[in-house]
């Protein structure tokens, strides 16, 4: 009974431990986030946290909103780049191959939506189908994944 | 600077126009509305992010779509820590929202520790060790930083008092502290302190019936019925201020009454002897109730 106690307090002394651990990590990195300039600005992000009703005085939660975005945003990109670099490259034999393979990074509609698709976010056409996936209202505009026309460009369409 | 070697490229082949992303071509309309500079703002912001994982081109709407996206990230991830803050009775959000918000964003494709989160929810323990948070913290670390490329002005201030209360500060100085600041000012003091006064006039003028008072007529009657108080106050106490002709009573049925159920009676206060004087709409009335039957009095004026 007393060695279950003992190791009880001797838990709850090593969880308060790790808490305080946790928390002096925590601060630690909302501290480094004063230092860190995201790549989406900080006016962008009050403006739509504000149109949110989203109140919140310290510039650090709206840092980590930013840095937040930021990833989702690099994630999703990085994703389209392995899809880029997955498709199979034309066969070009020229002496300006390394040119050729460098404009080969194109981001398209193609690979975007193939992965969003990894994000559980479905591009398509139809407006029925993009309701509410997770989180992500979609209704807002078509867009052109599924459609026959993908990756056309307006000008071609009009011939 | 390097921001600006990203390039739009509407069509992998045929007519490829690149354009530098900073001069968007002449068809692109003008950013007029706010929503339109800030997407602006997004979609720079979202090509340097593209840029710096290593794209070198664009297609347009691929573009566009990122950014529509991006947006709608942030908001939603917004709402969600609104509606978590909200929850909790605050209006402030804080740390732990964001954190539940990512949570739930980040749930469909699911995180380390996403399992376990609920286990130490009470000692929020759950929260600080969050593996999201987790990945953003190395995130921060281990990827370069790229400011955003040109320095944004600071939003006009006319926008935002727009929608505000405008509230002068020597006025937020005046009222008190424990008076938030979103609540707005008090009408100005004329109208209230005005109101005040007529009540008083009319206390001075006499003890105002119960019938008469606001609790029992609304707003038009009762000002009609002040009126006429004021009126009646204004010669010596109790006399009409018009000379009535002779009233001859007529005894009636009770059945009358009955027929006539339907009508409002707007009772007076001048019971004499039993008697109670009643107004119909139509015509005026005269009711007994001394007696166990109904008696009305039809009264006529001559």
């Known amino acids: 009974m007393n060695n279950m106690s003992s190791s009880n307090s001797q838990q709850q002394q090593q969880s308060s431990e790790a808490r305080h651990d946790d928390d002096a990590v925590l601060t630690e990195f909302l501290a480094s986030l004063m230092d860190y300039t995201p790549t989406i600005p900080d006016e962008l992000v009050e403006h739509y946290l504000a149109k949110s009703g989203f109140q919140c005085p310290d510039v650090r939660l709206v840092r980590l909103v930013a840095v937040a975005t930021q990833k989702f945003v690099a994630d999703v990109a990085t994703d389209a780049l392995q899809q880029c670099k997955a498709r199979p490259a034309p066969v070009v034999k020229d002496k300006r191959d390394k040119q050729q393979k460098e404009k080969r990074l194109v981001l398209t509609m193609e690979d975007l939506s193939k992965a969003l698709s990894e994000f559980s976010l479905f591009l398509s056409n139809n407006v029925d189908s993009l309701n509410e996936q997770y989180g992500v209202n979609m209704k807002h505009q078509e867009y052109f994944a599924d459609s026959p026309s993908t990756g056309m460009d307006p000008a071609s369409r009009e011939e | ?302």
């Not at chain 2, 992998?12 to 706010?34: D, G, L, V």
């Open chain 2, 1 to 302: 600077m390097t921001v600006h070697q990203i390039t739009m490229k509407p069509k992998p082949h045929k007519r490829s126009i690149k354009t530098r992303f900073q001069k968007p071509p002449a068809a692109e309309e003008e950013a007029e509305s706010q929503s339109d500079y800030a997407f602006k703002i997004t979609k720079t912001a979202v090509s340097q992010i593209c840029q710096s994982v290593g794209f070198k081109f664009t297609q347009r709407s691929a573009l566009e779509t990122l950014t529509h996206i991006t947006t709608l990230y942030l908001r939603t991830l917004a709402r969600t820590a609104v509606s978590y803050s909200n929850a909790s009775n605050r209006t402030q959000s804080n740390i732990f929202d964001i954190i539940n918000s990512l949570h739930d964003m980040s749930s469909v494709q699911g995180f380390t520790g996403g399992s376990t989160l609920h286990c130490n929810s009470s000692s929020g323990i759950g929260l600080l060790r969050s593996g999201v948070l987790k990945d953003i913290k190395s995130f921060v670390e281990f990827s370069d930083e790229i400011p955003f490329a040109k320095p944004i002005p600071r939003g006009n201030p006319i926008s935002l008092r727009r929608n505000s209360i405008p509230l002068e500060i020597d006025e937020l100085d005046s009222r008190g502290l424990h008076i938030p600041r979103w609540l707005s000012r008090f009408p100005d003091e004329s109208s209230y302190k005005n109101c005040g006064v007529r009540w008083e006039k009319r206390r001075e003028g006499g003890l105002a019936l119960w019938e008469n008072s606001d609790l029992v007529s609304g707003g038009n009657k009762f000002q009609g019925i002040s009126r006429e108080n004021d009126e009646i106050s204004d010669g010596d106490g109790g006399d009409l201020a018009v000379e009535r002709g002779k009233v001859r009573f007529k005894i009636g049925e009770a059945v009358r009454a009955q027929k006539r159920e339907g009508f409002l009676f707007l009772f007076c206060d001048l019971s004499l002897a039993g008697f109670e004087l009643c107004f119909s709409i139509r015509r005026p009335y005269l009711i007994s109730r001394s007696q166990d039957s109904l008696l009305v009095l039809e009264f006529c004026c001559l």
